[in-house]
């Protein structure tokens, strides 16, 4: 592979301070994904996985390490140059799909473009484009309200989507959903993956799910206990 | 992002909350209307005492016995009609200066009874006062020199003693006097909370006997021009202090009485206007209080916009422009109700109201400063949330 890794983290910790008491959430993480990569990060609740995917999706900064995204490293930048690489090169997904209430699927979709100073006519082209992508086509003037909890992952998905990313983040997405809709958004980010190229990193605590990934990242206790694309290279 | 869309999700976040922008507004919206309420009743107050004094004539002196202050009682006269003839030569044109001696006393029409104030004068009063005959004819120089028993009437007098008859030529009696209506003055409203109209002038040597008084109370002076009155002023008063040496005079022009009630009414404009600004700065505290609540209130939509791309600047000028919109459009709000309220005063009630430009550029300057000021704690907050802990926030 000669283009740099979407991802690539380098011995990452993350040390917080709760009521005064140091909590080590990652305490020496390394990882690679690549451009394209399908890969789920799974492990149990409070195995760092969340401030994992946090310092991924650059929301977050590590205590030590190096985290290059699409070979940019990025403690050398700025709040504001993180808010623009997180515009442009990642798409998140969150377990309760973050929609702006009263505010349409089309509007929502178009936010990240608001910030990147793409023209309101544009915009609109553009979210639309994606909402039809999704199946969502006939749904662009509803509010979050007004859609099933799957209708309203998939507006997130569109949402993810439209600023064509590197990279799409996706922290429990079939947490809040039933077993029809969850199957649904994931045969979707399979699609994205291997139609579009987008490097999809999902996070969960259900083996069934990561099961849709290529490659699982198995964490436990701010450390990665194991991972099958090492082990697959090992072997 | 640019401008426009700050100030889009703005409004779209003030359309949402409706009511709780409405509730907020209305402590901008009473400071404003205050502000431009008091203001303009204030500026009314003062412009009608102007148009009071400046419609008793122009450029009039007048000179008073003793220092002139607010509270002592009058100093008693010692100027007397040798006196005004002695000013008359000092400023040369015997035409311009006037005199007059004023008692309080009952007049009598048949069963008819007054009580007026009867001013002793003479025929130079209108050379220098702006007082025109609505009937009859003024007072002439031989009624005075010939202590004649004639009366000129206000208006009001006129009305209350004659009632439909034309009093031309009818009698009355002053103090037991039997008197001749010979005119009767046009109507000229008040000077100072006293009516004009319920004067009756008389020869000013016909009232020195009727009164038994052999003195005056004032005498004024008419200048010729506006450029004319203070060297007449100081000319006059240095006359009579060389006359009566160890005497104080005084001599006040409509200018320096305009100066003084203007600066007087002025400043009770200036407390008005802070006490309702006061009520605007209060009505800024509540603007501030709803943005930190509509912080926490929206701290996810916080995080997730930041997660997507928005810097910090994009938030904190979205809930700046927010604040500044609430005071702003408050404002506007304000400034018509106050406007709409002053006119409705002017209309249907005596207090006289006159809205001023200033106050309302003033009103709306300070709301949108104040949407600033108090915007700009609440909207730093937002701007500086950690995207972590914010998207995590129930």
């Given amino acids: 592979m000669t283009a740099a890794p979407a991802l690539e983290a380098v011995d990452l910790t993350r040390r917080y301070q709760l009521e005064g008491v140091a909590v080590e959430a990652l305490r020496g993480v390394s990882l690679s994904i690549g451009q394209g990569e399908f890969a789920a990060i799974i492990g149990p609740s409070g195995s760092g996985k969340s401030t994992l995917m946090h310092l991924l999706g650059c929301l977050d900064r590590p205590t030590s390490g190096q985290l290059r995204v699409n070979g940019v490293e990025m403690s050398h930048l700025t709040d504001t140059q993180l808010a623009e690489l997180r515009n442009k090169t990642i798409g998140f997904v969150f377990q309760s799909f973050h929609l702006l209430a009263r505010t349409t699927a089309l509007e929502n979709v ?80 399979d ?42 290279r090992g072997a | ?31 404003v209307l205050a502000v431009v309420i008091l203001v303009a009743v204030g500026t009314g107050a003062k412009d009608a005492v102007e148009k009071e004094i400046s419609g008793l004539g122009t450029n009039i002196i007048l000179v008073v016995p003793g220092r002139l202050s607010v509270g002592a009682a009058p100093t008693q006269s ?25 008692s309080g006393e009952t007049v009598r029409v048949g069963g008819t009874e007054a009580f007026v104030t009867i001013v002793g004068t003479d025929q130079n009063l209108t050379n220098i006062f702006d007082r025109p005959v609505d009937k009859g004819r003024h007072l002439s120089e031989t009624d005075v020199d010939t202590r004649r028993r004639v009366a000129v009437l206000g208006s009001e007098v006129a009305d209350k003693l004659f009632g439909d008859l034309d009093p031309i030529g009818r009698q009355l009696t002053i103090s037991g006097a039997r008197f001749r209506v010979v005119g009767v003055y046009g109507k000229v409203g008040q000077t100072f909370g006293v009516s004009r109209d319920q004067e009756v002038h008389i020869p000013v040597t016909t009232a020195q006997r009727l009164l038994g008084i052999p003195r005056v109370n004032g005498i004024a002076v008419g200048a010729s021009g506006p450029d004319e009155i203070e060297p007449l002023q100081s000319r006059v008063v240095a006359a009579l202090a060389d006359r009566y040496p160890g005497e104080q005079f005084s001599a006040v022009t409509q200018t320096q009485l305009l100066g003084t009630i203007g600066s007087v009414l002025g400043m009770l404009t200036g407390v008005l206007a802070a006490i309702a600004g006061i009520s605007l700065l209060v009505g800024g505290v509540g603007v501030s209080n709803i943005m930190l609540v509509s912080v926490r209130e929206r701290t996810r939509e916080i995080g997730l916009r930041k997660a997507l791309g928005a810097r910090q600047r994009d938030v904190l000028s979205q809930f700046l422009i927010e604040a500044v919109l609430l005071t702003t459009l408050g404002g506007m709000i304000g400034i018509a109700l106050g406007v709409g309220g002053a006119l409705a005063i002017q209309a249907l009630t005596p207090v006289p109201a006159s809205i001023t430009w200033w106050s309302v550029a003033l009103a709306f300057g300070v709301s949108a400063a104040v949407g600033v000021f108090f915007g700009v704690a609440p909207a730093r907050r937002a701007g500086r949330l950690d995207p972590v802990i914010a998207l995590r926030a129930e």
């Fill in chain 2, 78 to 102: 010692k100027l007397s009609l040798a006196d005004v003839a002695y000013v008359r030569r000092v400023v040369g044109d015997p035409s311009k200066v006037t005199v007059s001696l004023q």
């Fill in chain 1, 191 to 232: 699609r994205l993956n291997s139609e579009r190229g987008v490097a999809v990193v999902l996070v969960t605590h259900e083996p069934e799910v990561a099961e849709h990934a290529r490659r699982q990242i198995h964490v436990r206790d701010g450390l990665i206990e194991l991972d099958t694309a090492a082990e697959g």
């Fill in chain 2, 1 to 31: 992002m640019r401008g426009r869309e700050s100030f889009g999700m703005a409004l779209e976040a003030l359309r949402v909350n409706r009511l709780r922008s409405a509730l907020t507004m209305l402590g901008v919206i009473i400071g």
């Fill in chain 1, 110 to 189: 178009a936010l990240p473009l608001v910030y990147r100073g793409v023209g309101k006519a544009e915009r609109r082209h553009r979210a639309r484009a994606a909402l039809e992508s999704v199946g969502l086509g006939h749904r662009m003037e509803h509010r979050p309200s007004q859609m099933s909890g799957g209708e309203q992952q998939r507006v997130a998905i569109a949402r993810a989507l439209v600023g064509r990313p590197k990279v799409l983040l996706a922290d429990e997405p079939t947490g809040n959903l039933d077993t029809r809709n969850g199957a649904e958004v994931m045969g979707m980010l």
